[in-house]
Every structure is written in structure tokens, then in C-alpha cells.
């Protein structure tokens, strides 16, 4: 999952068949502030109401769900598309054989069938899945969705010319050598040339792995692996209206403006045990001012923010004093961290890097990216704890303490050759405030040891072609990077090991900002991809995480936090840990 992923991204997931029955919630964490928040339709749930549980549990039906949002999706094409809110917003209009399941929390993180009958028959080999489909399926004009239809659609992913962007997790795993072109270069008579997927009928198709993959499933429940029926596929023109599988179908879409969902009413409410499907309509406005979003969604004009990044600090100190019960506070699921590229002389050496972890002062930080809960938890591990391997006690640099340790600093220091200190620069986006106040408190804390950091503050919006580029990393002599990251899917492969895998690391679009490349790393993930059972992948993860962690290659700020509007006419609303925190969407409704 790219950095875009919460606002996406990012990109980033068996268990009971049907959602069991929704609790109603009351205030907790204290409450505060007006009950009515929102302006219209009813009282609020109350703080936190929405986190790890269901606030305002309905199954009424009827009304207008309205998104309001800053930025819209990168594509809303299921093969394209990257942007998390888009993955979590995309199930209204796309089914897919296994999804997250429909609960709060981490309990999200599981898989249940969606348009397959189950999670799939897992061959001896551990190589081989087979799936079949449930009764009922059909497109929005009432033809029936069949397996040759999902296998083409997973085989956009291949088509990388066309309709670039998504994610390749898919393309990855089921064609490591790239053999397969994708369908529009497809010269079977089908299209239907990819050897990995089997569609002995309509109703089964098989996947065949080159090896076990752990993680297969998380990857089958993300949109890229949605149905397209040809004849409806116009190539990279899909996303301005993808025609619908699932409950909800497209009336009209305006790029950067807003788009309009109405009921499809082909949509078999018996072959789907996941989505509620309870607004008649949903619609999603956006604007360029985030301010302006902020006070309509606090006036009650809108319900949710659909990109999810949280209000902002003018917002987010009104609804805190007067409508504290429309608020929700979730982890994302990302880290923010400060990474320390081998290649910029002294981070080559371990007690330098150390230096900079023990002299930087981790409350500030946390401060400058808002606090406890504007911001975050102090992180203590490069692992966040919604993945399967995290370890709340294991903090080998004492950082949940927050404060520095200028004396080991210096230690550090004196080990590295380095006792006076030396100098370096930090790199970091300019259109992030957040960012670039963290940056500054990092400059403070390292100055008092000797570290001389300068900070270059470079274009956010060619962050790929700048720090995602090691040999320009190298020549500005960015010693530190200042970065976030979140999970495609909530495991090892899908945070931790894009940026830390030497196999990874790319001359441009790199994430692995320190280019660390160490063998035993990359044989621990081999060894947790193979696993399919997940306790005993997140064992082996939980390895690599004290490998990576150890050897002082990151610097973890906060396990970052959003403060969440969520308007009072809002039901079933919790957030997800699959979806990095945000609502589920597909289940919420509106009070009328």
C-alpha cells in the first residue's frame, strides 16, 4: 500500500457465512460534548462508538447515503484502482469470490466467501485453489456472472498498458515470469489465455500457484480480482462507469466532481451474505476545500468523509468540544517513520543510524503529527498492531517511554566514529504539514547532540521520481526520509516486506528507502509466505519485524490515528482494520 492507500492506500484481509447480529452501541470513552451532533437526523452514538464495535445498529432501509470528500479515486476501474477508500467504496458496485469480513476491528482482517459458496478447496500441494459460485449471481442487466468473466478480469491486471496503476499482487503470484501479456494482446480466441486460472464451467474456475502463498485469499478480496464481462470492457475509459456486479450501479460520474449510485435492481439479496445494501441511493460530492468539507460534514449537510484522512485541525477542534459524539478515533493501520537510506554516508553504519533513533524526541513527534489522537500511538516496532506478529511489549529502544536518550545518542555516537556528531539532510514533502513539522522536531532533538540535519523540503505530488529514486537519494544526500506507509492486506507480505525485501527495491517507485537487502530477511519472508497457517506466518514475520527493527533502519514515529466525523443519521457504522481503519461502507445505512 502506497502512502496514498488511507486516502487509498493502500493498497492491502475463513470465518462464518453471515454476519452475526449487530449490537446496538452506546457512548463510550467518556462521551462529551453534545449528544445531537451532525445537526440532523438523531443522536450521535457517542466518542468512539464506532471503533471495535457497531454504532446506531439498523437493517432499516431507504434514504440517501452522502459521501463527501477532497480528493477523488485514482480510478474507480476494479483492476485500477489503488486508493484504500476506493477498495472499500468499490463493493458496492463489484463482488469478488472471498471478502473481508463484514465486522468490526481486527476480526475484519478474515476472509468469508463472497461470490463463491466457501473460502475455496485447498490442494495437498498447498498450490491449487478451487472455487465454486453461488447461485444467483448477475450483472446489472440481469445476465449471470460467470467464472470465465472473473478470470478476465483478473487478467486486466496483466495489461499494464492500458489500464495501469492497480496493484500487482495477482500478476505476482500467478505469473512470476510474466509470461502472459494480458487480454488485450491475448491471441486466444477467448482472450481467455492465462494458464494459472481454470474455468472448467461456468460456475467453477481453479487457481494454479507456482508455490504456496499464505496470503492468496487476501489478495482474491480486493477489487483487482472483480468480474469484467468483455463486452461491456472499454479498456482505460472502464473506471468512468464500471458496469456493476454488486447491489449498487452507476448513474453518473463527473471526474474531481462527484458521482451518483442508485439501487441495481438485478442484484439477488439471497446470493449475498455480506453487503447490507440498505440506502436507495448513494452519492459522493467533491471539493477543493477541505475547510468547507469539514464544516458541512459538521453541520450535517454530509455524513462521511469518503476519503477518510480525518478532519482537519480547525474541524477537528470544534467536533471535539461540541460533537464529540460524532467522533471516532481508529488506528489506520499505517506507520509514520523516518527511513535511513545504506547508500548516504554515516547511515552505512548501524550505531549511526542508532544515534538518530535514541537522540530524536518521540513525544515531540508524535505532537507534530497531532498528538494521541489528532496523530497517533508512539510506535515502538516497524510491525502496527493489526498485523498478525506484532508484539506490544517488544520494544528494544524503550521509544514508548518519549523522550530521547541523549547519553546512549552519544554512546552511538562515539561507536560510529562519529563522536562530534555530523551532518545530513531530511527529506520531506512539502504539501504534508505534518510531515514537515516532524521534520522540524527531529532537526531540534538531533541538533543537541551534534547532528547537523538540514531539511529539504521537495515536491510531494513527484514523490516516486525523487526519494523513490535511490540514485537521486544518494546524490542530494538524503540521510533521512520521512515517509508513511500501510498494508494492502493486513499481513507481513502485505506491510513489511515492500519495504524491506532487497527484491524490492526499484530505481524508480521504490519503497524501500533504506535498500536494505539482507539475505536472512529475505528468507524469513519466504519461509511466512509459504504458511498458511497465519499464526505461524505472523511467528516468522514477528522475526523479520526484529530483524528489521534491530538493525535501526527505521525510525518509527506513531501508529497512525484519524479523528473520524460520522454524522448522526449514520447507521452500522464501525470501522475496519481491513480497510485501514475506515468505515465499513457497505454496510452502513441512514436513519431517516
Known sequence: MTTQRTSRRRLAAGAALAVAALVTTTACGGGGGKSDG??????????????????GASDKKGGELKFIGTQDADSWDPQRGYYGF???????????????????????????????????????????????????????????????????????????????????????VLDPNK???????????????????????????????????????????????????????????????????????????????????????KWDRKSDQVRKALPDKITVK????????????????????????GLGSAGRQKAMNSYKANVDNPQTGFIRYAAFPKTVAPFDNEHCRKAVIYAADHTSL???????????????????????????????????????????????????GKPEGFKTTIAVRNNKPPEVATAESMQAALKKVGIDAQIDQYDGAQSTGIIGAPKNVKDKNYGIIIMGWGADFLSGQGFLQPITDGRFIQDSGNQNYPELNDPEINKLYDQAIAEIDVEKAGKIYQEANKKVTEGAWYLPFVYDRTITWRSSRLTNAYTSDAYNGRYDYASLGVAK
Open 38 to 55: 451532525g445537526g440532523k437526523g438523531g443522536k450521535a452514538a457517542g466518542f468512539n462508538a464506532g471503533v471495535n464495535k457497531v454504532a
Open 86 to 172: 476506493m477498495w472499500d467504496f468499490a463493493r458496492y458496485y463489484t463482488r469478488t469470490l472471498v471478502t473481508p469480513k463484514p465486522a468490526p476491528g481486527l476480526e475484519s482482517v478474515n476472509v468469508v466467501p463472497d461470490m463463491a459458496t466457501d473460502t475455496g478447496q485447498l490442494s495437498a500441494d498447498k498450490k491449487t485453489y478451487t472455487f465454486k459460485l453461488r447461485d444467483g449471481l448477475t450483472w446489472e442487466d440481469g445476465q449471470p456472472i460467470t467464472t470465465r468473466q472473473i478470470k478476465y478480469g483478473i487478467e486486466r491486471t496483466w495489461a499494464t498498458d492500458k489500464i495501469s496503476g492497480g496493484p500487482l499482487w495477482l500478476m505476482q
Open 179 to 265: 509470461e502472459y501479456k494480458g487480454p488485450y494482446k491475448d491471441e486466444s480466441k477467448d482472450k481467455l489465455g492465462l494458464k494459472a486460472i481454470e474455468t472448467p464451467d461456468e460456475k467453477t474456475i481453479v487457481f494454479h500457484l507456482p508455490k504456496p502463498n499464505g496470503d492468496f485469499l487476501q489478495m482474491l478480496a480486493i477489487p483487482a480480482a472483480a468480474p469484467v464481462r468483455p463486452d461491456k470492457d472499454t479498456a482505460e475509459k472502464y473506471g468512468s462507469r464500471p458496469f456493476s456486479s454488486g447491489p449498487y450501479k452507476f448513474v453518473s460520474y463527473t471526474p474531481n466532481k462527484g458521482l451518483e449510485l442508485v439501487r441495481n435492481d
Open 286 to 309: 467533491l471539493t477543493t476545500n477541505a475547510d468547507d468539507m469539514d464544516n458541512k460534514l459538521l453541520a450535517g449537510e454530509y455524513d462521511l468523509d469518503i476519503n477518510a484522512t
Open 366 to 416: 508524535q505532537t507534530a503529527r497531532g498528538g494521541p489522537q489528532g496523530g497517533g500511538d508512539i510506535a515502538i516496532s516497524m510491525l502496527p498492531p493489526a498485523v498478525k506478529g506484532f508484539d506490544p511489549n517488544y520494544d528494544p529502544f524503550n521509544l514508548k517511554q518519549g523522550k530521547p536518550d541523549e547519553a546512549k545518542a552519544k554512546e552511538e555516537l562515539k561507536a560510529c
